[in-house]
């Protein structure tokens, strides 16, 4: 028998650790683009799942937006059903009319199927083949943005997609392993043209950037991106849990968040209790952004009789004596007239794939 290739059961291992944590209630499902990272996941999952008593299916999205998308996902689905997995879908997704750019549109569109899907088939996991390479892209993105400690995060290895654990089990597995593990599968991976196209950022810190910084700083640099973002994960874990606390014991009792309690935490501390609140309010976490927080933080630590905060989601915070209160923001009739705590960059904003 063939040895077998160290990239193929490297992918195994941390295929098996991950699924271990798993339910074992409902199959797991690999969401599979065809490119060699969620191929290489799928082929190991095909291997690992059954051994350890558990079913296996995937999903391939097609977003319609390139030609010939359509037979892609086919043959994906294919290759799958022959590989041993089961269910197997091919969804079609519509991509047009949906907010913000066209990759965040087909982003939306994608986990919005994938979460589907896993509901249909009472998935216990979606699987996803991020890998320690886009894990430091995605750290790269965020220092370049200037977001806080929740983008220098990075991608987490697990959270929840509308009810349904989204696992990454490659985030400690380099993009090279995986090409090299479809090549020793035999496996022919599909290159999506969108992953060289300079015209996204995310292309040219892959394409760019992280290869001056390998050549300057040598290849370890790739894994000390990923771990800088392991180590503020941990952190932030721990900030997340006092914030919980904090916000608790910041209620005033007649509706809001009593600034004297406010005023009294650390700043890392506070943030994130004003963050916690807002996304309570209703406001949508990727729009707020790190002006909207200090102007709500302003409102606590730099009082001056300024007027009302306004949050997106159609909100404003006033304070009113010793509370942060919210009501909903008028309708503006000129743009002049509303201060708008505005600002494009995502602050914390997780930039999850
Ligand atoms: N069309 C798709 N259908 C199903 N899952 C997808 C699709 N596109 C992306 N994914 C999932 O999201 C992950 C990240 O995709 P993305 O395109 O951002 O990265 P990638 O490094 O190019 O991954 P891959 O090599 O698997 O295409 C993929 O590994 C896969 O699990």
Do not use: K
Request: glycine content about 10%; charged content about 20%.
């Amino acid at each position: 028998m063939a040895p077998l290739a160290p990239p193929v059961a490297a992918i195994r291992i941390a295929v098996r650790r991950a699924l271990a944590d798993l339910s074992t209630d409902g199959p797991v499902l690999v969401a599979c683009s065809g490119g060699a990272d969620s191929l290489a996941l799928a082929a190991a999952t095909a291997f690992v799942a059954p051994r350890s008593g558990r079913t296996a299916g995937l999903v391939t999205v097609d977003h319609g937006l390139q030609s010939g998308s359509r037979h892609r996902a086919e043959a994906v689905a294919r290759w799958a059903e022959q590989a041993g997995l089961a269910p197997v879908e091919a969804v079609r997704v519509e991509v047009a009319g949906r907010p913000g750019g066209p990759e965040a549109a087909a982003r939306d569109a994608r986990y919005q199927a994938l979460a589907e899907a896993a509901r249909r088939h009472g998935a216990s996991a979606l699987l996803t083949g991020h890998t320690r390479d886009d894990q430091a892209e995605t750290v790269l993105l965020a220092l370049a943005r200037g977001a806080g400690p929740r983008g220098l995060a990075g991608m987490p290895a697990r959270r929840d997609l509308a009810g349904t654990p989204l696992v990454r089990p490659l985030l400690e597995i380099g993009r090279a392993e995986t090409r090299a593990a479809c090549a020793a599968l035999g496996l022919v991976p599909w290159d999506d043209p969108h992953n060289s196209d300079p015209a996204y950022a995310r292309s040219r810190i892959r394409g760019d950037v992280l290869p001056v910084l390998v050549r300057a700083l040598g290849p370890g640099v790739l894994d000390n991106l990923a771990r800088t973002a392991a180590l503020v994960a941990a952190d932030n874990a721990v900030l997340d849990e006092l914030a919980d606390t904090a916000l608790s014991q910041a209620r005033h009792p007649d509706g809001g968040l009593a600034t004297g309690a406010l005023a009294d935490l650390a700043p890392a501390v506070r943030g994130r209790v004003l963050r916690a609140w807002a996304h309570e309010l209703g406001t949508p976490p990727a729009a707020l952004s790190h002006r909207h927080l200090t102007a709500l933080d302003a409102l606590v630590t730099a009082w001056r009789g300024q007027r009302a905060s306004y949050l997106p989601g159609g909100l404003r915070v006033l304070r009113r004596g010793d509370r942060l209160v919210s009501e909903a923001a008028p309708a503006p009739t000129c743009r002049t007239t509303v201060p708008q705590a505005t600002g494009t960059t995502p602050d914390e904003a997780v930039v999850d794939r």
